[in-house]
């Protein structure tokens, strides 16, 4: 399943990509993560609960940082992560750009997600409309530490 | 004496069905049962390194962990037997069975399968059925040459990835060519549709002593026991199959799946266990229909009459063909891909190859819905090509007695002109219609079923019946239908004539529901009984009399029909609307009339399910549509409302003249709404489903 959002920030590019890239801290902008922890050099675990009507999912997984060039402010980043209480798994390659136009700057998120077992059977519309959801959160946050 | 044919029949289980005392195979329960809960591939193509069960035996409840370990090397399947019953060293299709859990209570066992750890490989995966005959296309099954092939050799196969298929010729094919004004190429691709049954799949496993007890929702119970014998290693008497009401089958319960692991899960813990598929599973697991991509060639002369067909047909047959019957592993009817015409010359080449998606097997009609999607498209575009208008194309290549049908089979007997004159008057053919308005058809054929099988019956002392069949009913009413033949031949009143239903240690060797085959196999076979009683009963034999009642039906017959359909298309959006829909139909001589009409009703809104919004959608392997909010089918407000019009006086070789009804309506509603809507705004598509924005782009891209 492919996912793109993308967001208007008004704030310095530096700072909003410094923000992007403090994965720890901005993964506190994704609203039901637990503590983000590193494990190693661009590599951290954490804890992702979503709820999606009445079942709630407890995402387990690690997130590396694969590529990074913090001159075109462009990112790849891999997450894996297990639900072992409904059983299933989400595998992303997530894709982050930063560009510049007119004052302001575009955040782009482009997800390549693949979902396995039964969180897979949720329908696709629901999943989109949470992903769409969790990402809008996302890219709000990151605006408000940016600006602040 | 009262001809018991013409009163509409009551149906013998119906008072069972409609009160709910009916029982299914998830609804029998045996003291001590245990729960099944699988773990599932999430990987299409996997090798296993590692099963780590410690935890998942921990577990409060849970009796038992199986691996394919503790399974290799059983197999099953109905001809091929390649599916592991769970996999041992790799996995070829998401959802594939790795392990499986017993326990108390279900909730334990599928606490317990999520905690089976198990270390996967992945491997490069075969998604593209075009691509699987490549050189260079990973192997799914090195090792097929050892997989056991039940009552017959396997040919060898000039790549690992071929499953199966049929390379059929007949006639003079380039003096065809040669002679034909025109010649016409098209190519049409089906996806993969699932049967949409109501009731899953479900079983309940139990030994008694070294005899295993099998309840199953299979519908061929003798076939699933002798494919148990060879993939367990037993003797077939020591396997009792029973078969209680099957809650919808269309062709997917000829293969039975978790019934294996069951058995080993009943043998490691000596208690009776049970698995119901939940819905998501049976989207994603079971044998559904063949996606297809069908290329058609056929040359033409002046006046449109057939000189020369190629078809060539490749099935997606997927991880495994354990769901395929017939030798060919192919869908049973694969080779028909221009069925019902008079064709002097043919060359059709069907292959069926593994991918790593979920498992193709039978389905309502095989082979049939995709081929007739392609063939009766194809039969239109050349038509309009031509200038001959479509149903005058048809009438002048549909198949008359004496002459060839694209099989290189000669027909006997022919009702197919008939059925398009009648189509003629019946749909208004050639009337002007409003712009954005069209009617389109579709001809299609279906065989009358084939096989044999023997009945007990016996004429009691109160005049009564009983007859005792191993055949099993998936809804079409073979139980009513044995009843009323018996009823008819005697003179007897329905009620007095009682079918029962045995298991296959008490029951005479049947073949099961399918293939058309119940009413004129199983029918003769009463028919015979019947007569057989009547004889003894003339000639003074006391009471009660016993008798077997036998049939072989091995003739080749069609049935014929003709499908009208007229739409609405709205081109600013693509969308339409059926505002007719006509049926003509030869089905014979009527046995059970409600049940007929039933089948023709329920054929149409399968068809037209298949033809309008059915499709098992995958990514990467995986069925993203794995549920039935996502996989739509047809509700009764999608249906519109269908005219039926039976051919009097055609006689078919079941009892009375009868001959097969329920795998004849689906295949060719698809071909007749996809002409219509090319009738009506000029959009022909070549896939299926027929959606608005397939049109839209169509009419937007007349390409």
Same mark, same amino acid.
């Not at chain 1, 992007?20 to 922890?37: K, L, N, S």
């Not at chain 1, 001159?71 to 980043?77: G, P, S, Y």
């Given at each position: 399943m492919k996912l793109a959002h993308t967001a208007t920030?008004?704030? $310095?590019?530096?700072?909003?990509?410094?923000? *992007?890239?403090?994965? $720890?801290?901005?993964?506190?902008?994704? $609203?039901? *993560?637990?503590?983000?922890?590193?494990?190693? $050099?661009?590599?951290?675990?954490?804890?992702?609960?979503?709820?999606?009507?009445?079942?709630?999912?407890?995402?387990?997984?690690?997130?590396?940082?694969?590529?990074? &060039?913090?001159?075109?402010?462009?990112?790849?980043?891999?997450?894996?992560?297990? &639900?072992?209480?409904?059983?299933?798994?989400?595998?992303?390659?997530?894709? *982050?750009?930063?560009?510049?136009?007119?004052?302001?700057?575009?955040?782009?998120?482009?997800? &390549? *997600?693949?979902?396995?077992?039964?969180?897979?059977?949720f329908g696709q519309p629901v999943i989109q409309r949470k992903s769409d959801q969790l990402l809008a959160q996302f890219t709000q946050c990151i605006a408000r530490s940016a600006a602040a | 004496m009262t001809d018991v044919l013409v009163t509409p029949e009551r149906r013998v289980e119906g008072d069972e069905k409609v009160t709910g005392a009916a029982k299914y195979s998830a609804d029998f329960r045996r003291e001590g049962m245990l729960h099944a809960a699988f773990v599932a591939s999430p990987y299409a193509h996997a090798l296993i390194t590692h099963v780590d069960t410690t935890a998942a035996r921990a577990v409060p409840g849970v009796r038992a962990v199986i691996t394919g370990a503790d399974v290799k090397p059983a197999r099953f399947g109905r001809r091929l037997q390649d599916w592991p019953v769970l996999v041992w060293d790799r996995a070829r299709f998401v959802g594939d069975r790795v392990a499986a859990v017993a326990a108390d209570t279900l909730e334990a066992a599928e606490a317990a399968a999520a905690l089976v750890d198990v270390t996967y490989e992945e491997l490069p995966a075969i998604f593209d059925h075009r691509k699987a005959l490549d050189p260079d296309a990973p192997v799914l099954h090195p090792d097929a040459d050892a997989y056991p092939f039940l009552q017959a050799t396997r040919e060898p196969r000039a790549h690992p990835n071929l499953q199966g298929g049929v390379v059929h010729e007949h006639g003079d094919l380039a003096a065809g060519f040669a002679k034909a004004s025109r010649v016409f190429e098209h190519t049409f691709e089906v996806p993969r549709v699932h049967h949409a049954y109501i009731e899953p799949r479900a079983a309940l496993v139990w030994f008694e002593g070294d005899v295993v007890h099998v309840v199953t929702t299979n519908k061929a119970p003798f076939s699933l026991r002798d494919q148990m014998a060879v993939t367990l290693g037993m003797p077939p008497e020591k396997i009792v199959v029973h078969t209680p009401h099957v809650g919808g089958d269309f062709g997917g319960k000829g293969l039975s799946l978790d019934e294996h692991a069951l058995v080993f899960l009943a043998r490691a813990t000596g208690r009776p266990v049970r698995s119901v598929m939940r819905y998501a599973d049976e989207l994603q697991v079971s044998n559904t229909r063949h996606a297809a991509t069908i290329r058609l060639r056929t040359g033409v002369d002046a006046e449109g009459r057939i000189t020369a067909h190629e078809g060539t047909v490749v099935f997606d047959g997927g991880a495994y063909a354990a769901g395929k019957p017939i030798v060919f592993l192919m869908p049973g009817d694969g080779v028909l891909t221009l069925a019902g015409y008079r064709i002097p010359a043919a060359r059709v080449d069907v292959t069926t190859v593994y991918t790593n998606h979920l498992p193709a097997g039978h389905d309502r009609a095989p082979g049939q819905p995709q081929n007739n999607f392609a063939a009766e498209s194809h039969m239109d575009l050349i038509a309009r090509a031509m200038g001959i208008d479509p149903l005058e194309l048809r009438e002048r290549n549909v198949i008359r007695a004496g002459e060839t049908d694209v099989h290189g089979d000669v027909w006997h007997d022919s009702e197919a002109s008939r059925v398009l004159s009648t189509f003629r008057g019946e749909m208004r053919w050639g009337t002007a219609l409003p712009k954005g308005r069209g009617r389109g058809m579709a001809f299609g054929v279906r065989h009358v079923g084939r096989g044999k099988t023997s009945l007990e019956l016996r004429l009691e002392a109160d005049g009564s019946v009983t007859v005792r069949t191993g055949v099993t009913d998936q809804g079409g009413g073979a139980m009513t239908m044995i009843q009323r033949v018996v009823a008819q031949e005697l003179g007897l009143a329905p009620d007095r004539v009682r079918v029962e239903q045995l298991d296959t240690s008490a029951a005479l060797r049947d073949p099961g529901v399918g293939g058309s085959r119940v009413t004129p196999v199983h029918g003769n076979a009463a028919l015979d009984g019947a007569r057989k009683l009547k004889e003894a009963r003339a000639k003074g034999a006391p009471l009660p009399i016993a008798v077997t009642g036998t049939a072989e039906q091995n003739e080749h017959v069609y049935g014929s029909l003709a499908y009208g359909i007229e739409v609405e298309v709205d081109s600013e959006t693509g969308a339409f609307r059926i505002l007719d829909a006509l049926l003509v139909a030869d089905v014979g001589t009527v046995i059970n009339p409600v049940a007929v009409r039933g089948q023709l009703e329920g054929g149409f809104v399968f068809g037209l399910g298949q033809a309008l919004m059915e499709e098992l959608v995958t990514q990467d392997g995986r069925v993203v549509t794995a549920n039935l909010g996502d996989y739509k089918i047809p509700t009764i407000a999608d249906v519109p409302r269908l005219r039926i019009s039976l051919l009097p006086n055609t006689h078919g070789p079941g009892p009375f003249g009868a001959k097969s009804v329920g795998e004849l309506a689906n295949p060719a509603v698809s071909a007749a709404v996809a002409n219509a809507i090319a009738a009506a705004v000029g959009a022909r598509l070549f896939s299926l489903p027929l959606t608005a924005d397939k049109v839209l782009a169509a009419l937007r891209d007349p390409a």
């Open positions: 920030i008004a704030a $310095p590019a530096d700072r909003i990509w410094a923000a *992007v890239m403090d994965i $720890p801290a901005a993964a506190r902008c994704v $609203p039901g *993560v637990a503590a983000v922890t590193p494990v190693g $050099p661009d590599r951290f675990k954490g804890q992702l609960l979503v709820q999606i009507g009445p079942v709630r999912l407890v995402l387990d997984g690690d997130i590396a940082v694969a590529t990074r &060039d913090d001159l075109a402010k462009r990112a790849t980043l891999r997450a894996d992560a297990k &639900d072992s209480r409904l059983g299933g798994t989400v595998r992303a390659s997530i894709d *982050v750009s930063l560009t510049e136009r007119a004052g302001a700057c575009e955040l782009r998120i482009e997800s &390549d *997600v693949h979902i396995a077992g039964r969180i897979g059977e | -």
